[in-house]
């Protein structure tokens, strides 16, 4: 037994046993992935797996009890990979951080040249991702801490603390009718949005919105992030719903865009601060950071 069969015993399960994804995920070849498992199942002598011809279909009992204890065992593994960091300089070293474009692109900057004036030789590593993606690379060890909506708060294996609270906004051309006029759901409903997709921060407040009132949107373009959004609002393809905060700079190279409170109409979000539980952190670099954070005046 070796630690990439394990990997591939947790891989299976978190690709549902599609072997093709396995092998990708662990950057090696199908064929490998196949051979490790049926040397596994040869070496314990129990079927791990619930098969229909080549395809794998489930786990059996064995293979459920083994995934737990592979899970458990490269959970430890991947503390001991940090110990030389969490016995080194808090001065240096690498803070790896998951987060979704917007916050990347509209909150984080200030506090990353905070950071980095007060940490130089600690180098910053920006994954960015859904908040199902975030969450992911939180629970396998990949970030240090994640930044996302109430989605970090949905796992046991997470501490997730809220950072502060936003509101939506409308963004529409210069000169658009809405200006004009009181902003209603029922008054947006008569024009086509541009906003984020589904499983993005926000958009299940904007369905939500609609739905309760009764209201049909007319939503002709969705997006991951803040940026496409802008983008295709300044092409005139519809008004933008979008977070508040990432409104700013919304002239750059295309027509100027007006701002536009919706407070009143959709629900506030709630930015959140992950880290998971019980991962080994390094001596300081985490605490600085979320120090820095809950200082930024949000």
């Known amino acids: 037994m070796n630690f990439q069969q394990l990997k591939i015993i947790r891989e299976a399960a978190r690709c549902d046993f599609n072997l093709t994804d396995v092998a990708n995920t662990l950057y090696t070849s199908q064929s490998g992935v196949s051979r490790h498992i049926r ?14 011809g080549k395809r794998l279909l489930g786990m059996t009992e064995p293979g459920k009890a083994l995934l737990s204890i592979a899970e458990r065992i490269l959970d430890e593994a991947s503390k001991v990979r940090r110990l030389a ?13 998951a987060t979704t474009h917007t916050q990347a692109r509209y909150s984080l900057p200030r506090i990353i ?7 130089p030789n600690v180098r ?3 994954n960015q ?10 629970l396998a060890g990949e970030a240090d801490i994640g930044i996302a909506s109430e989605q970090l708060t949905n796992h046991d294996g997470i501490s997730a603390f809220p950072w502060f609270s936003w509101h939506h906004a409308l963004l529409v051309p210069q000169g658009h009718p809405l200006e004009q006029q009181s902003v209603t759901l029922a008054a947006l409903s008569r024009y086509p949005l541009i906003t984020y997709r589904q499983g993005i921060t926000g958009r299940s407040r904007v369905d939500r919105a609609f739905q309760q009132a009764g209201l049909v949107p007319d939503i002709v373009l969705s997006a991951q992030d803040s ?3 802008k983008t295709y609002v300044e092409l005139g393809l519809g008004v933008g719903i979008l977070a508040e905060h990432a409104c700013n700079d919304s002239t750059e190279g295309g027509e100027a865009l007006v701002t536009l409170s919706a ?16 991962q080994l952190q390094r001596n300081g670099d985490a ?5 820095l954070m809950y200082n930024a005046g949000f």
Do not use: C, H, Y
Request: aromatic share 10%; proline share 3%.
């Open 263 to 278: 407070g009143e109409l959709f629900e506030p979000n709630t930015v959140w601060l992950g880290i998971r539980r019980g």
């Open 113 to 119: 040249k905070a950071f980095r004036a007060l940490w």
């Open 39 to 52: 040397d596994l199942e040869d070496e314990l002598g129990v079927e791990l797996f619930i098969r229909r």
């Open 227 to 229: 940026d496409v959004v």
């Open 129 to 138: 991702g859904t908040p199902q993606e975030i969450a992911s690379m939180l």
């Open 124 to 126: 910053l590593e920006l």
């Open 287 to 291: 605490s600085n950071w979320l120090n």
């Open 85 to 97: 960091d969490v016995f080194s300089s808090e001065t240096s070293g690498v803070l790896t951080i």
